[in-house]
């Protein structure tokens, strides 16, 4: 994919995942971005690790390898940032 289609397929992604994780108020359009891209990568290499194919191109499969993955990284998120910030 390009790098305007992964910025687009990023954002669609980063987008939905928020909705998912209920984070959609406190993250704008750079990091829904921002998710939605590093979760395709994170996704990506969950599929490979367990034998699937990766996100190669802009299809329905590719969307929830990604989306796992961006809701794998906006937990993650949560969990390890916002926590810390908590307990200051």
């Known amino acids: 994919m390009g790098i305007l289609l992964w910025i687009i397929f990023g ?3 980063g987008w939905v995942a928020s909705k998912i ?3 959609d ?5 750079l990091a829904n971005i921002l998710f939605g891209v590093l979760g395709a990568i ?6 490979s690790f367990f034998g699937a194919r990766d996100v190669m191109s802009f ?7 990604a989306l ?8 993650l998120y949560r ?10």
């Open 79 to 88: 969990a390890l940032v916002l926590n810390a910030k908590s307990h200051q």
């Open 68 to 75: 796992l993955g961006a809701c794998i990284l906006i937990y």
């Open 25 to 29: 108020a406190e993250q704008g359009a």
């Open 42 to 47: 994170l996704g990506g290499g969950i599929m």
């Open 11 to 13: 954002a669609l992604v």
């Open 21 to 23: 994780m209920k984070t």
């Open 59 to 65: 299809d329905i499969y590719s969307f929830l390898v």
